[in-house]
């Protein structure tokens, strides 16, 4: 059992950064790939990108290709999101999940799933 701690959420303002983290407990944390989806208001809960067990190979969503980045700390069992140029259609509540299945954009194919850091960005 993997448990999941999102942290790093707030307000900021549109064109601005915040960075995500979110630390994993329980589990072999190189065994799994990592991703971060977001659930904006009345929104469906969406991919935002994902990472495999190594860090060498990350995958996003056209939406925040080139704003966010995603790594991770094996040692510290550890992933991060940093969200640079935040827009307010960014605004959502952040998860953190871990799966199996590299470059999937799925939520199914994603185990275990953090309880969410909010994000607002204010235009």
């Known amino acids: 059992q993997v448990q999941l701690v999102e942290s790093g959420g707030g307000l900021v303002q549109a064109g601005g950064s915040l960075k995500l983290s979110c630390a994993a407990s329980g589990g072999t944390f190189t065994s799994y790939v990592m991703g971060w989806f977001r659930q904006g208001p009345g929104k469906e809960r969406a991919f935002v990108g994902g990472?495999?067990?190594?860090?060498?190979?990350?995958y996003y969503a056209d939406s925040v290709k080139g704003r966010f980045t995603i790594s991770r700390d094996n040692a510290k069992n550890s992933v991060y999101l940093q969200m640079n140029s935040l827009k307010p259609e960014d605004t959502a509540v952040y998860y953190c999940?871990?799966?199996?299945?590299?470059?999937?954009?799925?939520?199914?194919?994603?185990?275990?799933w953090g309880q969410g850091t909010q994000v607002t960005v204010s235009s």
């Open positions: 999940a871990a799966g199996k299945v590299t470059g999937s954009n799925s939520a199914d194919n994603y185990d275990y």
């Open positions: 990472v495999n067990w190594s860090g060498r190979v990350t």
